[in-house]
């Protein structure tokens, strides 16, 4: 099966900094690529996501980044806030199958 | 829109009992999926429903669990005995796949707490 994987399990970033997340995955067939970010208590809510047919994606202050040849996409946030702390998840998916990621917790510090 | 709706937000019972969640997706929304959370991991699928019909169920241990999409609207999920291992966050989450959008809503979950 899908075997997926993220850097770092956790990261620290100062306000305003960019932080930058990394998921590997095991599946060539993988052809949606989302992330996911989920806060204290809540469900995970789909922040970004990319199609096996492109390379990058921009949405404000959000991007992916995707290889298909070296099996990984990235998340970049840039000008990070407080309110950008929560846990991020990859959930590679070929169909409509994801494949959630072991997550990564990112804290914001003002 | 409305999201998706999960009850109970959470529930405490003891090893051997039997619980039941319920879960109402987005309207009009015709996949309906089931997810355990245990804790520090990523969601892992235990059903997929399209419509009232089964889709995947391949990780549910259905030797306790049991799930049901009556009317192709609403769903539950029941275990029946709980185990110490189900302590977990129980996410519903729905999806319209229109033409080739997977994205999934999530609902806020339910945490069980098994004693």
């Known amino acids: 099966g899908e075997n997926v994987e993220q850097h770092p399990s956790t990261l620290s970033v100062q306000e305003g900094d960019s932080a930058v997340i990394k998921c590997t995955y095991s599946?060539?067939?993988?052809?949606?690529f989302p992330w996911y970010k989920q806060e204290l208590g809540k469900g995970p809510q789909l922040i970004i996501d990319?199609?096996?047919?492109?390379g990058e994606k921009k949405d404000q202050r959000i991007a992916v980044t995707l290889n298909k040849t070296a099996k990984h996409f990235s998340l970049h946030i840039t000008e990070t806030q407080p309110e950008d702390s929560a846990v991020y998840f990859c959930a590679p998916a070929y169909t409509d199958k994801l494949i959630f990621g072991t997550g990564t917790r990112l804290q914001v510090f003002p | 829109e409305a999201g998706v709706a999960q009850s109970p937000r959470y529930k405490i019972i003891e090893k051997r009992q039997s619980v039941a969640f319920w879960c109402n997706p987005i309207?009009?929304?015709?996949?309906l999926y089931w997810y355990q959370q245990i804790l520090g991991q990523g969601p892992k699928l235990l059903i997929q429903f399209q419509n009232n019909g089964v889709v995947d169920d391949s990780q549910l241990p259905k030797d306790r669990f049991s799930a049901e999409r009556l009317k192709g609207v609403d769903s539950t999920l029941k275990i029946q005995p709980a185990k110490l291992e189900d302590s977990a966050v129980y996410l519903c989450a729905s999806s319209s796949l229109l033409g080739a959008v997977y994205e999934q809503y999530f609902g806020p979950g339910t945490r069980l707490t098994v004693t």
């Open positions: 990319i199609r096996s047919n492109v």
């Open positions: 599946d060539s067939a993988s052809n949606y």
């Open positions: 309207s009009g929304h015709a996949t």
